[in-house]
């Protein structure tokens, strides 16, 4: 399983863009990059998946160098709502061990 | 639209008691797992399963068995409970598919053992 690797905190303003890294060296060719969103007391949310370049959907943007050791979640013009834990995972979702293996996530705090 | 849910929001058990925690998926998912997640810990895997009556062992299998008799449903059972578990606890299910698949969670436990 491949393991990731993400700032622990980060600070930002409302209005501002944030960018959250990953990393992951040791990513499998079948592998998937997914973001999830996780507010206290509740189970984590789907925020984007990808596998290579950009992905782009209504709330995030996903970006994947071409050698996918590590991916961006973008998150244009935050608000205080967003304020909660990111995660990034990496697997295969057809695997059947694929066990959704969860890091310490990257704790945002957005600020007025 | 709920699409995993869990038998409970809070519950307070007492120690020695045998608990079950139930999730049922209405997604037809192949996968479910069972985690708990306490302050400063992130979430850690109990156990997972990848087909009715298959389960594998995660990070923290000690103190906790499972059940899946049937696809949707997976239950998590403490056969005696103690006070190191209570903590939150939370159900996913994911489709094992080909492409973009996303993992959805249930609404959590909040497991107190006195």
């Known amino acids: 399983l491949a393991k990731t690797t993400q700032p622990i905190s980060m600070d930002s303003y409302e209005g501002q863009e944030v960018n959250i890294t990953c990393s992951h060296n040791?990513?499998?060719?079948?592998?998937?990059i997914t973001w999830y969103q996780q507010f206290p007391s509740q189970g984590p949310r789907f925020i984007i998946q990808?596998?290579?370049?950009?992905v782009t959907n209504e709330v995030a943007s996903l970006f994947i160098p071409a050698d996918r050791k590590s991916s961006t979640l973008s998150l244009p013009r935050v608000s205080l709502s967003d304020t909660a834990v990111y995660y990034c995972l990496v697997g295969d979702p057809r695997d059947s061990n694929y066990q959704l293996i969860w890091g310490a996530g990257t704790k945002l705090i957005i600020k007025p | 639209d709920v699409k995993v849910t869990q038998s409970s929001r809070y519950l307070v058990k007492r120690t020695g008691e045998k608990v079950f925690l139930e999730c049922v998926q209405d997604?037809?998912?192949?996968?479910m797992f069972w985690y708990r997640q306490d302050p400063g810990l992130g979430l850690r895997l109990i156990y997972f399963?990848?087909?009715?009556?298959?389960?594998e062992k995660g990070d923290i299998p000690e103190g906790y068995s499972v059940s899946r008799e049937k696809k949707e449903r997976f239950s998590l059972i403490l056969e005696s409970a103690s006070t190191n578990q209570t903590s939150m606890y939370l159900c996913?299910?994911?489709?094992?598919?080909?492409?973009?698949?996303?993992?959805?969670f249930g609404q959590g436990t909040r497991l107190t053992v006195v």
């Open positions: 990808g596998y290579k370049t950009k």
């Open positions: 040791n990513i499998a060719t079948n592998d998937y």
């Open positions: 996913a299910s994911i489709s094992r598919g080909m492409g973009n698949t996303e993992a959805f």
């Open positions: 997604m037809d998912h192949e996968n």
């Open positions: 399963s990848y087909d009715v009556k298959m389960k």
